[in-house]
């Protein structure tokens, strides 16, 4: 049976003082992503974008969704033309009021990735925690991005992630009635065929994470994915009980 990997990744940043805006847990250095790109060619896997998933029968065999979260102006300056090398594409998870703001994608930037063949997507206006919201707040968290985005690149914006990957049931039926039709989540697992889940499972990649590690997330196999599915849920308990403002400072703890 067919699986999906879909590698959720940040900024490029090989030290803290490199242009962007760093994260010690997610800014992954650009020698480490390149070479995770190079092995997942290398076994194979080949880039895909949301799209393709409309022809399931004109997939590769071995399908692979590079995501990128945020807009880091890294997305653009140093993501795009290492994955351009490789032949690779991948899909940009903007949060459309912080284009334009220090260290993250301008409006021409946003346009660039559009035209350099790379799908753009929203995460959000604020991101805001969209199950903290309202439903009318939900709904312009949903819609002005969406409409904000499109109007930047000049395409449809039919995809979204859940910032902070907190979402549920009642985002998914908003977010499909305010028009997205592909909805990325933040947990962990193998995506197996044929894609029709609510939210598409995402593999976090960290700066600490090394080869052998990626390898297995990417390949579902070993102890590896259990574990990081394992604290994925544990660290999503304490959110429900103790609230998200008092979840956010646990985990950055944990972290
Ligand atoms: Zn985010």
């Not at 903007?94 to 790379?118: C, H, K, N, Y």
């Not at 925690?129 to 000049?154: H, I, K, M, P």
């Not at 947990?187 to 600490?208: D, E, K, Y």
């Amino acid at each position: 049976m067919k699986r999906l990997p879909v590698l959720m990744y940040h900024g490029l940043h090989a030290d803290p003082g490199a242009r962007g805006r760093f994260d010690a847990v997610y800014s992954v250095t650009p020698v480490a992503f390149a070479r995770q790109m190079d092995w997942l060619r290398s076994q194979g896997y080949r880039s895909i974008r949301l799209g393709d998933l409309d022809r399931p029968d004109a997939l590769p065999a071995k399908p692979v969704l590079v995501t990128f979260d945020d807009g880091d102006v890294s997305n653009l300056e140093v993501a795009t033309p290492l994955l351009l090398e490789r032949g690779m594409v991948a899909e940009f998870f903007i949060t459309s009021d912080f284009v334009d703001q220090p260290g993250m994608l301008s409006s021409e930037d946003v346009r660039a990735l559009s035209g350099a063949g790379m799908g753009v997507g929203s995460h959000g206006r604020t991101h805001a925690f969209l199950e903290d919201l309202s439903d009318a707040a939900l709904a312009e968290e949903l819609d002005s991005s969406r409409e904000t985005l499109a109007a930047l690149c000049g395409v449809e914006i039919d995809a979204i992630a859940l910032p902070g990957g907190r979402g549920g049931d009642r985002e998914s039926r908003q977010a499909r009635a305010s028009g997205y039709r592909h909805l990325l989540g933040s947990v962990p697992g193998p995506n197996r065929a044929p894609f029709r889940s609510s939210w598409l499972q995402r593999i976090a990649v960290t700066r600490q994470m090394d080869d052998t590690r990626f390898a297995r997330l990417v390949d579902w196999s070993g102890l590896s994915p259990r574990l990081a599915r394992t604290r994925f849920l544990a660290l999503r308990v304490p959110k429900k009980v103790l609230g998200n403002d008092n979840y956010q400072r646990l985990r950055s703890r944990l972290l």
